[in-house]
């Protein structure tokens, strides 16, 4: 399948996580659309988009599993947290629940929100190596407390790419009466969703990953009764619209004047190119791909797997702790020597080694990382072992 994809042929391509990849027939169906708007933009934004919009999230809601009218497309899930943030009504001293594993740019939302309303952002160690999923969820609610009113995590986290039990911990927050709030970044076309029976209070998560869509484009749904206190993030003609449509929600968070929204707009060819391709097959391949090689990446640098060896815990993607002073100078390079693309991350005050593997990933790609790996170890000071 890499003929497929657009990707630099010289490339050893094994961060797909981070933006993923488009593949050409994708492409060009995002053009098409931005060739459209400029056809005559006029018609294009003012009576086709609202239509084609309706029709992209019904699709993805079918894929996802929710209802069309409880979601909206946004830019990337660091923009849907924020209209969350702006919108929950917390005071001094209330606290958002969290893990030590989110990414870096939930983080600052969360602290920046934090500053401005005297609540706080407790960030919960999840210790490593993981050694069981009830472990996770144990050390998790060692955080909560009668201050907590938020729970905020990864379904998957970005550094240590790892699968957190989001059910169970979602399940247990309804019981306390908690606000639950879901970072899926890396979760559509990766892993099973079903928002539905997952039954969070607010879901986001990316298409421009593991779903292929072009980069920017993301969604955030929100639970029926907690849509009308959703305020925009952008004010624009959806708010207090002269001509409102069926659903406030999406008036206030879909109507933002001129912007191009092709990338939304590509879902139901995002969502038909899965089903052609049989990309649960496709998905699964690579999966197995990450949890062959995954242990010899760690012996490679003399430290233990993250967590056991599964399904449970890892899907396309697997980070190994390296030990090194100089991450930028390793992924410099990494990529400038060895043609490799492959994100050198820290978290925790460790560094990490994150590959992802996708339908244009070989084996061969993971020979040329660790042969390049081993090398390194062995003519340089950059990894030590």
Known sequence: MKEQFLLDQN?????????GSCPKPIFEEFQRYQLELESEPVEFITKKQPKYLKTARECLAEFVRCQGDDLFFTSNPTYAINIIMRSIKLNKGDEILSTNHEYGAMDRTWNFYCKKTGAKYIRQNISLPIVSKEQMIEEFWKGYNEN???IFL?????????????????DKAKE?????????????????LDITALNPDYYTGTLHKWMLAPKGSSFLYVKPELQNDLEPLVVSWGYESVAPGESQFLDYHELQGTRDVSAFLCTPKVVEFLKENNWKAVSQLCKQIVLENYQRFCDLVNNKPLCPISSEFLGQMASFKIN???????????????KIQVPVMPLNGNIYIRF??????SQEDLDKLYNALDEIIKTTDLIKV
Do not use: W
């Open 11 to 19: 490339i050893t391509f094994l961060n797909h996580g981070s933006f």
């Open 356 to 361: 992802s593997i996708n339908a244009y990933n």
């Open 176 to 192: 306390l009466g908690l606000i639950t709030i879901v970072d899926g970044a890396h979760v559509p076309g990766h892993i099973d």
């Open 324 to 338: 090194t002073d100089k991450p930028s100078e390793l992924k410099n390079v990494l990529y400038d020597q060895y």
């Open 154 to 170: 990864n379904q998957m986290s970005s550094s240590t790419a790892l699968i957190f039990p989001v059910k169970e911990i979602c």
């Open 148 to 150: 907590t009113r938020v």
